[in-house]
């Protein structure tokens, strides 16, 4: 999940009470937020004869349905002609989260079966939550945690539309409405915000993160984490937050490999523009001068990383986005973009995705097995991130020479 939210895969934290300060989704996550930039399987990636990997379905399209993401004067224009159309608070019968929502969210969440019931997440977190030096609290790593694994999934203590009339920010600000558990866990949370501002909205405003409730919703949400919203920020991250609309759940997954001991990341911020750009953005929003291994880099590798991070975001995102170039690009192409995502070392789940998958798909095609694994392997890890499922990599994993790709490429080559 992005925080709150963003421009075009900025991830910021929002300021529900008010406009927006970017327009536009946050990037699949990161996006939280789901997937945002959902990636359909270019035509030379591996799929099964037999079985194919199951894609997601696209979510419905949102034509019938206004959308008042980040337009506060449509929200109110649409209260003083709809009597309906009032904030509304939700909160299930073990107490276990807090919904403030518009009518139009509640009904199509009830009826999918999974939310609302309880959550499996791992039996022994992985993880623990302490001090860390120079950063308050934090979230470590007790046992060394594999690339797509589950760190944890957790309902949101608190989520809320983003864009609220001020009348419905003081009433959120009066706690009232909390079981007393959720509000011991909220108000333990960090705010960097001005006093000024009620503690309850500084705390929402300094730790929520983006959620995409539900496909076709009139506003977009944010919500407050025990757990996930103590994870600090990094520029090379190691873990991804997204948003599961199915279980009404935030997960935090590995993109890397994590050791015992090692604490766990998550970017805050737009990730692929320069150094000097993040630094403004994170000092000005939360209050802290980064010092992650990317910013911490001396000069000349500095300005390296810089350059790898801005050439993926303007010249390398746009072409692997671009479903005409997928399937295209030669090994050597694919292997010099790995180099660049491992300089720029940003730890992007749905770029490493992408990449990953046309390796994959290249080298079953070439017939070349332990590559074709590698790479797969790769692909899984990273779309299981992403998507919180292995999307039929493992089998591919398991057996590259049964894909259609490798079949029809290989096969022909051997007469078979
Ligand atoms: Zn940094």
């Given amino acids: 999940m992005p925080r709150g939210h963003g421009k075009k895969r900025k991830r910021v934290r929002p300021t529900p009470a008010h406009q927006p300060e970017e327009s536009g989704q946050p990037l699949a996550s990161g996006q939280v937020v789901a997937e945002s930039t959902s990636v359909s399987v270019p035509a030379s990636s591996p799929s099964f004869v037999s079985s194919s990997p199951a894609i997601n379905p696209a979510p419905p399209a949102s034509t019938d349905v206004p959308k008042y993401y980040g337009d506060l004067s449509a929200i109110l224009a649409r209260m003083v002609v709809d009597p309906d159309f009032r904030m509304r608070i939700f909160v299930p019968p073990d107490q276990s989260f807090v919904f403030a929502y518009w009518p139009d969210i509640k009904d199509c969440l009830l009826a999918r079966p999974d939310a609302f019931t309880p959550l499996s997440s791992p039996a022994r977190p992985p993880f623990e939550i302490r001090a860390i030096l120079g950063k308050g609290m934090g979230m470590v790593a007790t046992e060394a945690i594999a690339p797509g694994a589950l760190i944890v999934r957790e309902r949101p203590l608190l989520a809320v539309p983003m864009t609220l009339p001020g009348f419905y920010m003081d009433m959120l600000s009066n706690t009232s409405y909390m079981p007393e558990s959720i509000r011991t866990e909220y108000f333990s949370l960090t705010n960097c915000k001005p006093p000024e501002l009620p503690h309850a909205i500084g705390i929402l405003n300094t730790n929520s993160v983006a959620l995409n409730i539900m496909p076709g919703q009139l506003d977009d949400y944010c919500g407050v984490f025990k757990s996930i919203c103590r994870v600090n920020h990094s520029c090379s991250p190691n873990a991804h937050t997204r948003w599961d609309a199915d279980t009404f759940a935030g997960e935090l997954r590995a993109v890397r490999s994590i050791a015992a001991g ?127 499922k292995d999307k039929g990599w493992a089998a591919v994993v398991e057996a590259p020479e049964r894909t259609e790709v490798w079949r029809s490429k290989v096969g022909v080559r051997r007469g078979k």
């Fill in 262 to 388: 090692e604490e766990i990341t998550f970017p805050y911020t737009d990730i692929l523009v320069p150094r000097h750009e993040r630094q403004e953005f994170l000092l000005r929003r939360y209050k802290f001068t980064c010092k992650c291994p990317a910013c911490s880099l001396p000069p000349a590798a500095q300005a390296r990383n810089d350059q790898a991070r801005t050439h993926i975001d303007t010249v390398v995102l746009p072409s692997l986005l671009s479903v005409s170039a997928q399937g295209t690009r030669s090994v050597r192409e694919l292997l010099d973009l790995v180099a660049l995502l491992q300089e720029a070392d940003s730890g992007s789940p749905m770029i490493w995705r992408i990449v990953a998958k046309e390796l994959a798909g290249t080298y079953c095609g070439l017939g070349m097995r332990e590559e074709a694994v590698k790479w797969a392997r790769k692909a899984m890890e990273m779309t299981i991130a992403h998507t919180g």
